[in-house]
T-cell receptor
């Protein structure tokens, strides 16, 4: 079963607009990560946010985390055609006795299309 | 050279054949993973290894086996391939410091089972 679910499944915007993708998850986490995948290529890590953090920035990326709602959002500002890709959230599950399950569980992804 | 290298990148095979996908890494990470990607289903974990002596099943391990030959090498085998194992397979590595951090992915191995 999927831990993370991204929303929307697909998003089409014009260059220069902002793109917002959301991720919801089901159980407690140590951290949540966002990855990007260009068509048919390997995934590339974008940003990691820890469970005790609420917001994080990296260049044009802004990630928020709301652990009470078990949700995260990824905002890409001033999008470019080169941002066209699929974006995945992934969670590192927190185990009841502490620590990490030791792997990441991925959502199904949001396919972003940025039109020039 | 890529930090995580997968071979072959593309493979077409027939039902019932044995297939091995290989992964090697130069990042010096202890942890290695095999994921499968199907359209619309995201990535699902097949197996993962914390070190040479440690192998763990993931969400969808049935029909697959793995071997961790060395810290840098982790191979995935399909003993008798079937068409629904047609997918894009990814190897990944990570360092570990109490929690699972960034995964570094290979470019993928596209497998087609006829």
């Amino acid at each position: 079963s999927q831990q993370g679910e991204e929303d929307p499944q697909a998003l089409s915007i014009q260059e220069g607009e902002n793109a917002t993708m959301n991720c919801s998850y089901k159980t407690s986490i140590n951290n949540l990560q966002w990855y990007r995948q260009n068509s048919g290529r390997g995934l590339v890590h974008l940003i990691l946010i820890r469970s005790n953090e609420r917001e994080k920035h990296s260049g044009r990326l802004r990630v928020t985390l709301d652990t009470s709602k078990k949700s995260s959002s990824l905002l890409i500002t001033a999008s470019r055609a080169a941002d066209t890709a699929s974006y995945f959230c992934a969670t590192d599950l927190f185990l009841n006795y502490g620590g990490s399950q030791g792997n990441l569980i991925f959502g199904k992804g949001t396919k972003l299309s940025v039109k020039p | 050279d890529a930090d995580v290298t997968q071979t072959p990148r593309n493979r077409i095979t027939k039902t019932g054949k044995r297939i091995m996908l290989e992964c090697s890494q130069t990042k010096g990470h202890d942890r290695m993973y095999w994921y499968r990607q199907d359209p619309g289903l995201g990535l699902r974990l097949i197996y993962y290894s914390f070190d040479v002596k440690d192998i763990n099943k993931g969400e969808i391990s049935d029909g697959y086996s793995v071997s961790r030959q060395a810290q840098a090498k982790f191979s995935l085998s399909l003993e008798s391939a079937i068409p629904n194992q047609t997918a894009l397979y990814f190897c990944a590595t990570s360092d570990f410091a109490g929690v699972t951090g960034e995964l570094f992915f290979g470019e993928g191995s596209r497998l087609t089972v006829l």
